[in-house]
């Protein structure tokens, strides 16, 4: 059985948790092989301060079955408008059996052009700008159209992976992992969607969110990025 390649592509001030939370699900789905990407191997800086250190850059990065891009507030922003970043992305899904973000990560994918036409997802505070990148907003936690899965706002990350092992491996499979890593979500508090959380509440949260949608929007109608 041939090796899966799957790759986690990095860039500065990118949700360490974006990218963490599937990596501890998938580096760990049988006959697979993780790859970190980033421009060059120095340490890439994440939102929260977390130094992460890639294992290829994409120029020497082999071809992936699946590719998965996380999210990042203005750490997003700054990858969209970065030519070598998104040209790597759009390569890569030309061969590859899974084109994936987590939260914000999708306007990445939509910025290499992957989303035209699609149903897609992101966290809460963007639905509205996917249009921008002609997705159509699926409200859901994971959406999958073909071979794109995009998954919601930061841990839905977790759910998105284990969905993807069920896929390859089986859900006995993902249920093994699952239990490894004691995977049973219990929040002290039901806020963790606007759908539940308090009106005001969802509104600081958006108005905190403001400076990097104005960003992502800039960007997003400086040019056409269709390919």
């Not at 999708?106 to 963007?126: D, E, I, M, P, Q």
């Amino acid at each position: 059985m041939s090796m899966f390649n799957i790759g986690f592509v990095l860039f500065p001030n990118l949700t360490q948790l974006d990218f963490t939370g599937p990596l501890q699900v998938l580096h760990r789905l049988p006959d697979s092989k993780t790859h970190i990407v980033a421009k060059s191997l120095d340490p890439v800086p994440s939102s929260s301060g977390l130094g992460l250190v890639p294992t290829t850059t994409f120029q020497d990065c082999t071809q992936l079955d699946l590719i998965c891009v996380p999210g990042g507030g203005i750490g997003v922003a700054e990858a969209m408008a970065d030519r070598e970043t998104v040209d790597f992305v759009r390569k890569q899904a030309v061969s590859a059996r899974y084109i994936t973000s987590v939260c914000t990560g999708a306007f990445v994918l939509g910025a290499a052009g992957l989303l035209n036409g699609r149903r897609a997802t992101t966290h809460w505070a963007y639905t509205d700008l996917l249009p921008l990148v002609g997705a159509t907003f699926e409200k859901a936690r994971i959406v999958k159209d073909g071979n794109v899965i995009t998954a919601g706002g930061v841990t839905s990350g977790i759910d998105f992976a284990l969905s993807v092992v069920v896929e390859i491996a089986g859900k006995g499979a993902a249920q093994a992992i699952q239990l490894s890593i004691e995977y049973d979500p219990a929040p002290p508090f039901a806020t963790g969607h606007p759908d539940r959380a308090p009106e005001s509440l969802t509104a600081l949260v958006a108005a905190q969110n403001t400076k990097a949608r104005e960003a992502y929007r800039a960007v997003l109608q400086r040019r056409s990025w269709s390919g």
